[in-house]
């Protein structure tokens, strides 16, 4: 093979494979892939009690504990959220949202 000049052209035919490259296989037990797959077409995972309970408090503005526990947030979970500084306590067995402002 020589290399082209300034004003010549190449002409090359290279074979395109059809076949496309495989996706990896994964070993996944079958019970996994079938709630993956129930998940999925839940429409997503659940959001977390944390995440509910965050939300009914901004929702609300102060909320109780038996609010909290209607939805299936423990008692002992409000502590460590007050900790963490997701809620905030304003009261006995009232809370609000810590991103909030005082009412």
């Known amino acids: 093979m020589w290399l082209l000049g300034p004003h010549e052209t190449a002409n090359y035919e290279l074979p395109i494979s059809l076949k496309t490259t495989p996706e990896p296989f994964l070993k996944i037990r079958k019970r996994d892939r079938e709630r993956a797959e129930r998940i999925h077409w839940a429409g997503g995972p659940k959001p977390s009690l944390r995440q509910r309970a965050v939300a009914l408090a901004q929702q609300q503005g ?42």
Do not use: F, H, S, W
């Open 62 to 103: 102060v909320v109780r504990t038996r609010d909290l526990t209607n939805i299936g947030v423990p008692r002992c979970y409000l502590t460590r959220m007050c900790n963490e500084g997701l809620l905030i306590k304003v009261g006995y067995g009232a809370y609000r949202a810590a991103d909030q402002e005082p009412t």
